[in-house]
């Protein structure tokens, strides 16, 4: 039982290492530039910033019942 | 207001008008059979709802049939809205969200709705078992441990999904919604399994499996509710209003402070009870810390949205969503302070805790999961809701209802609470003085489910294309005549 | 932020750190803890549940009761558990170590049940509470379980057990509740919960 424990505290330790090792890294690589192209990756040509997307039915002028 | 309207490079605009509809098409079968479940499960877990509430200040209604004692249609209740209503609801969402973040259509079109059917008779079966019987009487898991497996299979299918699709990505960047997604369809698995095993093996004893069952159910809240919960937010208000995110590097802050911090707030339900002391203040510490995610994530929104809160008129997504993230906000704080000892000390074991809960996985995840369907389900069927009215309905009846629901089981708790630490009072005088705030929970209950007939009514319409049809997504074409489409573009 | 692997380390990392905190460290504390010797009776506490107290627990269990009952009396000066005589002493871990599940609950609709035992000891009460709560509590909202029951018109060959209800209660003339094996095992089960034996960390 003991070995079980103590694999798991070393696992947790070692994730948590890794974790923060993981971090550093990341913000060397530059990971935490351009985030302000990350914010605006959700958007593209036809619904780009600006454009509304959403609103109540039977508010477009040419949505037409289904014949 | 919209550049829609400036001419474009045709081709490139063809491109990825088609590459959106391509994905919301993949998406289609999977994401409207989970949808349709979850709104099955809504009306169930609501039936159910109902009738926990009405025996609770009326205890001889229906009192004949053991398979409707209030301790089995409480948690048949409870099992039905969690993972049938909120998870399937869940599931359709991320899916969709991922399939638009990574751009690439959605795999397994044949598996994942076997995974949904699977999903489906596992609740299915796990709210009969409870009916029956068979409750593990461990609350928030009250449904067997078979279930693991089943629900095991599922995720492993959404698991490889979405792996598949963020390896095949076209944009470098990783969308903040994306991690709180990756979050949840790690964390859920791993999390109900150790669970099961903790809860039902000699792996945990005694005591011990009380602090392993709140580390579970708190965790279910803050590891895969609330992640998909905001990552639907993070999407749909910056998509709605068409304003990007006010501050991306909060947005990381918040996210990764939510991970460590909601983590070990599980022990605030265990406050005076028979743990270690040191296990107690853990919880607490961690509930404290949880401050600095939840005013990230606030703050966020809100800038996001300031200026532009008159869109609230025009689109019942953003209604929906931007309830929902307020009262993210609302119960993250509440249950903060709840975990100091002075403020547990009068609402543990009373409604006050009920009201708290239901401000979280109703009022903040349902009314989003709301407005994540009434933005999708048009994108993947190609039409519009069919009535405007009904949709008002929904929204005034669910919004109000819960509020009274907040409103009523909070003052009553509160009072409760404060009189059980008054030993001069005695126990039933303080029942009696409830039972009228039951009445209003139950008012307020009839509300609501009022309102999840009316969407249920709209989906049902929904998924009939009774609304006017659209040739592309809502909004994208009303500029444009149908001879204009791109080939493939229609149905 | 752009790798999934990075991504998935950090999450699985975060939950695993928890479940080591919240979960196995505390299960490393409490494990070696023993029931507590009672020299007088020679016997060990807490004692276990057996026979039909055993049964009765899953009865408790399926029934829902925790739904509205707590079993965990909480310490001197923290709220008024100790002054409403739910207990003599605070509920602490020893207590639980065979429980499986603890069913400590999270709602007091109704009051806590850690000594119901040493409270009630009468089953004829809980009996008649089981069948119909207002018959001993006035105002209580506690659902009936007549499904746990018999109803008899006549007083022949009536076990032992069998209860007569109030006259309020049975308006048809004189009637006897008899009660099934799970209300049998339920209410053994409840006469079972006493914690009121001394422990060293709780004087």
Same mark, same amino acid.
């Given at each position: 039982m003991a070995a079980f424990y103590l694999a798991l505290w070393g696992l947790a330790a070692v994730l948590g290492a890794t974790a923060i090792a993981a971090l550093v890294w990341s913000i060397r690589r530059g990971e935490f530039?351009?985030?302000?192209?990350?914010?605006?990756?959700?958007?593209?040509? !036809?619904?780009? *910033?600006?454009?509304?997307? !959403?609103?109540?039915?039977?508010?477009?002028?040419?949505?037409?019942?289904?014949? | 207001?919209? $550049?829609?309207?400036?001419?474009?490079?045709?081709?490139?605009?063809?491109?990825?008008?088609?590459?959106?509809?391509?994905?919301?098409?993949?998406?289609?079968?999977?994401?409207v059979w989970y949808y349709s479940s979850a709104v099955f499960w809504l009306l169930v877990g609501s039936a159910l709802a109902l009738l926990a509430s009405i025996k609770m200040h009326s205890p001889g209604f229906l009192a004949g049939w053991e398979w409707l004692t209030f301790g089995r249609v409480r948690p048949a209740h409870l099992a039905a809205m969690i993972y049938g209503w909120g998870s399937m609801a869940g599931v359709g969402t991320l899916l969709w969200l991922q399939a638009r973040l990574t751009r690439n259509r959605l795999p397994f079109p044949t598996l994942f709705p076997a995974t949904a059917i699977i999903w489906n008779l596992t609740v299915a079966f796990g709210v009969v078992a409870i009916l029956a019987g068979y409750s593990t009487s461990i609350e928030w898991i009250e449904i067997p441990p078979s279930t693991a497996i089943l629900f095991g299979f599922c995720i492993a299918v959404i698991i490889a999904a979405s792996i598949r699709m963020f390896r095949s990505r076209e944009s470098r960047h990783t969308y903040v919604s994306q991690w709180y997604l990756f979050g949840a369809i790690f964390w859920f698995p791993l999390l109900y399994v150790s669970a099961q095993i903790f809860l039902h093996t000699p792996a945990a004893a005694g005591a011990v499996k009380a602090a392993a069952?709140?580390?579970?159910?708190?965790?279910?809240?803050?590891?895969?509710?609330?992640?998909?919960?905001?990552?639907?937010v993070y999407y749909l208000i *910056?998509?709605?209003?068409?304003? *990007?995110?006010?501050?991306?590097?909060?947005?990381?802050?918040?996210?990764?402070?939510?991970?460590?911090?909601?983590?070990?707030?599980?022990?605030?339900?265990?406050?005076?009870?028979?743990l270690p002391a040191w296990l107690i203040t853990v919880g607490i510490v961690g509930s404290v810390m949880m401050f600095i995610p939840v005013v990230t994530v606030a703050v966020n929104h809100h800038l996001t949205m300031v200026g532009h809160f008159h869109h609230l008129r025009h689109s019942p997504t953003l209604?929906?969503?931007?309830?929902?993230?307020?009262?993210?906000?609302?119960?993250?704080?509440?249950?903060?302070?709840?975990?100091?000892?002075?403020?547990?000390?009068?609402?543990?074991?009373?409604?006050?805790?009920?009201?708290?809960?239901?401000?979280?996985?109703?009022?903040?995840?349902?009314?989003?999961?709301?407005?994540?369907?009434?933005?999708?389900? *048009?994108?993947?069927?190609?039409?519009?809701?069919?009535?405007?009215?009904?949709?008002?309905?929904?929204?005034w009846t669910t919004a109000v209802g819960m509020a009274l629901y907040w409103l009523g089981l909070t003052w009553a708790g509160w009072e409760q609470g404060r009189m059980m630490n008054d030993p001069r009072i005695p126990f039933l005088d303080i029942v009696r003085f409830t039972v009228p705030w039951l009445w209003s929970r139950s008012a307020a209950g009839?509300?609501?489910?009022?309102?999840?007939? $009316?969407?249920?009514?709209?989906?049902?319409?929904?998924?009939?294309?009774?609304?006017?049809?659209?040739?592309?997504?809502?909004?994208?074409f009303w500029k444009r005549s149908p001879e204009s489409l791109p080939e493939g573009a229609a149905e | 932020m752009n790798r999934a692997w990075l991504l998935t380390l950090g999450v699985l990392a975060t939950l695993i750190a928890s479940m080591t905190g919240l979960v196995l460290l505390p299960d490393r504390q409490l494990r070696p803890t023993a029931p507590v010797r !009672?020299?007088?009776? !020679?016997?060990?506490?807490?004692?276990?549940?057996?026979?039909?107290?055993?049964? #009765?627990?899953?009865?408790y269990m399926d029934l829902g009761c925790i739904y509205c009952h707590t079993q965990q009396v909480r310490p001197e000066g923290f709220g008024a558990d100790l002054e409403?005589?739910? #207990?003599?002493?605070?509920?602490?871990?020893?207590?639980?170590?065979?429980?499986?599940?603890?069913?400590?609950?999270?709602?007091?609709?109704g009051p806590d049940l850690m000594n119901i035992g040493a409270r009630q000891p009468s089953a004829e009460w809980h009996y008649l509470h089981l069948y119909d709560p207002r018959i001993t509590s006035p105002g209580s909202i506690m659902p009936p379980h007549r499904f746990l029951f018999d109803l008899r018109r006549s007083a022949d060959g009536l076990p032992a057990d069998a209860v007569r209800l109030p006259e309020a209660f049975s308006p048809g003339g004189p009637a006897w509740i008899v009660p099934n094996p799970r209300a049998r095992r339920l209410v053994a089960y409840l006469l079972s919960l006493d914690h009121n034996y001394e422990v060293p960390e709780a004087r």
């Open positions: 530039d351009n985030l302000r192209e990350a914010a605006l990756s959700i958007f593209d040509e !036809d619904e780009p *910033p600006g454009a509304i997307t !959403d609103a109540f039915p039977a508010r477009h002028p040419r949505s037409s019942r289904r014949p | 207001m919209t $550049s829609a309207s400036q001419p474009l490079p045709p081709a490139q605009d063809e491109r990825e008008r088609l590459t959106r509809i391509q994905i919301d098409r993949s998406c289609r079968q999977t994401v069952n709140w580390w579970f159910a708190h965790n279910v809240l803050g590891l895969w509710f609330t992640p998909i919960g905001l990552a639907t *910056p998509k709605v209003i068409g304003r *990007p995110v006010h501050s991306y590097h909060l947005s990381l802050l918040g996210f990764w402070t939510l991970a460590i911090f909601y983590n070990w707030a599980g022990t605030h339900h265990l406050i005076g009870g028979p209604r929906f969503v931007v309830y929902g993230a307020m009262c993210y906000t609302a119960v993250s704080f509440q249950g903060s302070l709840q975990s100091l000892r002075s403020v547990n000390e009068i609402s543990h074991f009373t409604h006050y805790t009920i009201a708290h809960a239901h401000l979280g996985v109703y009022a903040f995840f349902t009314m989003v999961m709301f407005g994540a369907i009434y933005y999708v389900a *048009p994108r993947l069927l190609n039409a519009e809701w069919h009535s405007a009215g009904w949709i008002r309905v929904h929204f009839v509300l609501m489910t009022i309102g999840h007939i $009316s969407f249920a009514w709209l989906f049902w319409n929904m998924l009939r294309r009774r609304g006017a049809w659209l040739p592309g997504p809502t909004l994208l | !009672d020299e007088d009776r !020679d016997i060990t506490l807490p004692a276990g549940y057996f026979g039909e107290a055993e049964e #009765g627990r899953r009865v409403r005589g739910w #207990g003599m002493r605070r509920s602490v871990a020893r207590d639980y170590i065979y429980d499986d599940p603890p069913l400590m609950g999270t709602m007091r609709t």
